[in-house]
């Protein structure tokens, strides 16, 4: 259980533009580790839709000017993981202390509160248990896009990935860390459309991606058969939280309003 602080903000953020997104996530890490602001659940979306790379990935895996003629945005994350198109979703992020814990006992008890919070829509939610060996999964020309797999605690639904997540440390002069962890909750299947903008020259790889997307995800939206809207998801997040962690949320400060 987190135990740093019960006190935190919360977030909603609106739409906004990939950098603008990405940018807002890393200030708010580096401004808690000055210590200006409480641990924080923000929630936000992509306006317009907004393709992400992870942190070390090659920006040639997708392709950029069929990206700009259709109006995507191409950024690149802080955290790792692999490629996600931002579009019908809900992205979380949480800033937080990491008070000694390790990176899989902090994943565990986000995914917690992602899983109780989540359930409110769809009951069948839960998470991974089973980790996939990454360096042999990233050799595979069919796993750039981040929803080819599911780590350890990803949430999911009956084995489908329902949110895709990642996380980075950030050091302070006084050794202690700060915890930035964002993900997307898939509202729809628009996801799906990721592999349009991959550079794959193999017919082959792009029908398994697209295969792989169809058996190994699934949004809100197709598990519980209805329209899920991004207040509705944001909302269950944030209740998610308050219950599973305990954390109670306090007015921002004015210039979040």
């Not at 089973?130 to 009956?158: D, G, M, T, W």
């Not at 299947?189 to 990721?194: G, N, Q, T, Y």
């Amino acid at each position: 259980m987190i135990e740093h602080s019960t006190r935190w903000q919360f977030l909603d953020t609106g739409f906004r533009t990939g950098s603008e997104n990405m940018q807002f996530d890393e200030e708010l890490a580096l401004r808690l580790q000055r210590n200006e602001i409480l641990p924080t659940l923000r929630v936000y979306g992509w306006k317009p839709w907004a393709i992400s790379l992870g942190h070390h990935q090659k920006e040639n895996d997708v392709d950029s000017e069929k990206c700009r003629r259709d109006g995507i945005n191409i950024v690149r994350r802080a955290t790792g993981g692999r490629a996600i198109l931002h579009a019908n979703e809900v992205t979380y992020s949480v800033v937080m202390f990491a008070d000694g814990r390790g990176v899989n006992d902090v994943y565990c008890d986000i995914s917690k509160a992602l899983v109780a919070g989540l359930r409110r829509i769809c009951p069948e939610v839960e998470y991974e248990i089973s980790q996939p060996h990454f360096p042999s999964l990233y050799k595979k020309a069919e796993s750039v896009p981040c929803f080819a797999s599911s780590a350890r605690y990803e949430v999911q639904i009956k084995g489908k990935k329902l949110v895709g997540s990642a996380q980075r440390r950030f050091t302070s002069q006084d050794f202690s860390e700060v915890i930035l962890q964002h993900g997307s909750i898939l509202l729809g299947d628009e996801h799906k459309k990721l592999v349009d903008y991959l550079t794959i020259d193999d017919d082959d790889v792009r029908r398994k991606m697209k295969n792989d997307f169809d058996i190994k995800t699934i949004s809100l939206c197709e598990a519980t058969k209805r329209s899920v809207q991004f207040d509705e998801a944001a909302s269950a997040v944030k209740s998610g939280f308050e219950e599973a962690i305990g954390v109670s949320f306090h007015q921002p400060s004015e210039e979040f309003v």
